[in-house]
């Protein structure tokens, strides 16, 4: 196989976990539902930063810490659960904290971030991704490793850019709809939450059953 039929296999892989519905796109959604386009930009931006962070620790090795001590991985899995079925159960509590005019829909931009960077960094899937999947894309007769871990990182990025911004602008367009039908927005934020909420259970659970 030649490095480019590589990458783009990478690229296949990488699109296929992003599509899917997880922890990442709850949080970006209910970002811009709550905020609007720029809370949901930058919850893709805090996503991208804390996969990055994911992309290092793959390319270190630290990785191999998380495969000898399993009992750490399913710590993580745990916590990064319970954190997002956390904000799903507060929107499913206070609907009225989604409302876009409401106080908590002008967090600033720097908050969102760090919460989607956090969002992503508890995420276990990306762990599972890094300890599985990433590794056998790291080919020594390709070149240097940390240059090969740099072109991998750039295809999550930009697909992670591209998949979570449009939701983000999705959700923007549809938070104008909603600013005038209170009841409806309520509605929608607990459908979010319960979402959020499903997400984290389902997380867990395939948690509990890799132990």
């Not at 519905?21 to 809370?39: E, K, T």
């Not at 507060?90 to 876009?100: E, I, N, Q």
């Not at 991704?129 to 295809?155: C, D, N």
């Amino acid at each position: 196989m030649t490095q480019t039929s590589h990458l783009w296999l990478f690229f296949v892989l990488v699109f296929g976990i992003v599509i899917l519905p997880g922890l990442d796109m709850a949080f970006v959604l209910a970002s811009s539902l709550v905020g609007g386009r720029r809370a949901g930009l930058s919850a893709v931006g805090g996503i991208i930063a804390g996969a990055a962070c994911h992309v290092l620790v793959g390319a270190t090795g630290v990785a191999v810490l998380l495969t000898v001590m399993p009992a750490a991985f399913n710590a993580l899995l745990w916590v990064g659960a319970l954190y997002v079925a956390w904000m799903g159960l507060s929107l499913v509590r206070s609907p009225a904290a989604f409302s876009a005019s409401s106080q908590s829909g002008q967090r600033s931009a720097a908050a969102t971030f760090r919460q989607g960077a956090l969002t992503n960094l508890l995420n276990p899937k990306a762990y599972v991704f890094m300890l599985a999947v990433f590794p056998q894309f790291l080919r020594p007769e390709y070149g240097p490793i940390w240059l090969q871990a740099l072109a991998l990182g750039a295809i999550i990025a930009l697909t992670q850019a591209a998949v979570y911004g449009a939701v983000a602008l999705a959700a923007d367009r549809a938070r104008g709809w909603l600013e005038s039908r209170p009841s409806a927005s309520a509605r929608v934020g607990q459908a979010v939450g319960g979402l959020m909420m499903l997400a984290a259970v389902v997380t867990a659970i395939e948690g509990w059953r890799s132990t």
